[in-house]
């Protein structure tokens, strides 16, 4: 083998190696489908107790109606240090007729179908004053003897109250 082809070699060893450490990782979460998959459970055929033995327990359970069944899985996919990925979504809902235990309708959701919430981070206020740093400094030495009490005006303080 000639320098040339050896040094190729070890480039090429050298790259492979470190685009392998770029790959993702995928991990996978949720409700897996084994032996049968969500969507094959058969509206006005099935009933809880076979979608239970096909599928097995559900991921969750609506919590204003226990008719209705969800199964969520998800795969996640990380590159090296960043932050993981949601790649993949899949939520299916089964919705149970409260009497007979059919199954009405299987709805399927995807990434696609999710919607951005606006989180609003405000914060809610609390019953007290705020202090400041001389206060806070001052404060605690012979519990607060030093400073004045003034809690009249503060919401939720009762009349003649000295805390």
Sequence with gaps: M?????????????????LS?????????????????????KVGTD????????????????T?????????NQIKERVAFRRP???????TAITFNKDTEMVETVNVYTLK??????FNDRETPTRGREMTVLEQLLGSVGRGGLLPQ????????????RR
């Design 2 to 18: 000639s320098r040339h082809a050896a040094l190729a070699l070890l480039v090429a060893v050298t790259l492979s190696g470190g």
């Design 21 to 41: 450490a770029c790959s993702p990782i995928t991990s996978y979460s949720g409700f897996q489908a084994i032996d049968s998959d969500p969507k094959d459970v």
């Design 47 to 62: 009933t809880k107790s076979t979608v239970r033995a096909k599928l097995g327990s559900p991921s969750v359970q609506s």
């Design 64 to 72: 204003f109606d226990p008719n209705v069944w969800f199964y969520v």
């Design 85 to 91: 990925q949601v790649t993949a979504r899949n939520v």
């Design 113 to 118: 179908d999710g919607k951005v919430i606006a």
């Design 150 to 161: 003034d809690d009249e005006g503060v919401p939720g303080s009762r009349p003649g109250d």
